[in-house]
T-cell receptor, first 114, second 112 residues
Framework: RKEVEQDPGPFNVPEGATVAFNCTYS??????FFWYRQDCRKEPKLLMS???SGNEDGRFTAQLNRASQYISLLIRDSKLSDSATYLC???????????????FGRGTQLTVWP | GAGVSQTPSNKVTEKGKYVELRCDPI?????LYWYRQSLGQGPEFLIY????????DSGLPNDRFFAVRPEGSVSTLKIQRTERGDSAVYLC??????????FGPGTRLLVL
């Protein structure tokens, strides 16, 4: 079983729509949680960290449910420039180390159309 | 400031050949990570370094893969006897210990 499971989509939405992505993670030892954005043929870039208390950055809201091991991302008022792949990421403490390795979901593809 | 750089950006090689992929991390970042991303998948962890030492190499798929970071800055990922299944984008990331990882643009490796 993969550490992070994500619906690959694709999600095709009109401009202005609200869209939600979800993912689940299997390892209860996961320490930190993130959403990364990846444009076509580009590297992943950190979109935002995810906390149990929820956090918001403009049109983006992320939420973590540790009991259900579930992470969500909500995008409001979608823009054409939001078209990308959104990667759900967890950070698990490495073997015998204080640093964490990142585990990525396969990504959810979003296309926003005019 | 300058981000993570990787060279070459693209590499085409023949099955059985040896390749080296280079990563220049952000200055001052002690942690360096290698990931591999296949088409339609998220990046998969290979190895990371804290300073010069490999702190965790458990993601390396087999003994054909090896990575070094001799001076605690630049790292080289080495693949021996390449196979077609090694074709992927190889991503390098760097960060300060325990903090956000910043990715380079990747090296696209194609093994014919």
């Amino acid at each position: 079983r993969k550490e992070v499971e994500q619906d690959p989509g694709p999600f095709n939405v009109p401009e202005g729509a609200t869209v939600a992505f979800n993912c689940t993670y299997s390892n209860s030892a996961s320490q930190s949680f993130f959403w990364y954005r990846q444009d076509c043929r580009k590297e992943p870039k950190l979109l935002m960290s995810v906390y149990s208390s929820g956090n918001e950055d403009g049109r983006f809201t992320a939420q973590l449910n540790r009991a259900s091991q579930y992470i969500s991302l909500l995008i409001r008022d979608s823009k054409l420039s939001d078209s990308a792949t959104y990667l759900c990421v967890v950070n698990i403490r490495g073997r015998g180390s204080t640093l964490g390795r990142l585990y990525f979901g396969r990504g959810t593809q979003l296309t926003v159309w005019p | 400031g300058a981000g993570v750089s990787q060279t070459p950006s693209n590499k085409v090689t023949e099955k059985g050949k040896y390749v080296e992929l280079r990563c220049d991390p952000i200055s001052g970042h002690t942690a360096l990570y290698w990931y591999r991303q296949s088409l339609g998948q998220g990046p998969e962890f290979l190895i990371y370094f804290q300073g010069t030492g490999a702190a965790d190499d458990s993601g390396l798929p087999n003994d054909r893969f090896f990575a070094v970071r001799p001076e605690g800055s630049v790292s080289t990922l080495k693949i021996q006897r390449t196979e077609r299944g090694d074709s992927a984008v190889y991503l390098c990331a760097s960060g300060r210990a325990g903090e956000t990882q910043y990715f380079g643009p990747g090296t696209r490796l194609l093994v014919l």
